[in-house]
């Protein structure tokens, strides 16, 4: 996922559509976000914590989220 710029071009599934959320949130509520996401593979699943905060111009405006994660699959139960 590093470097992606466009949802579209990855694979629908539960791990990119709450992904979306989580960056739709951010801009919505102007506030950073953080978020355990699992992605589903066919042999199991990824856990991430991404951590998302609004990118401001200038000016001021939100004009994006950056988004950094962390791959903690090997910490779960």
Partial sequence: MAGCHNED?????????????L????????????RQIQFPL????????????PLHSSSGEVAGVVTAAIEVSEFEE
């Fill in 9 to 21: 071009e990855l694979d629908q599934n539960d791990g990119i559509r709450q992904f979306i959320q």
């Fill in 23 to 34: 960056k739709q949130e951010v801009l919505e509520k102007n506030r950073p976000i953080r």
């Fill in 42 to 53: 066919s042999t199991g699943h990824m856990t991430y914590w991404f951590f998302a905060e």
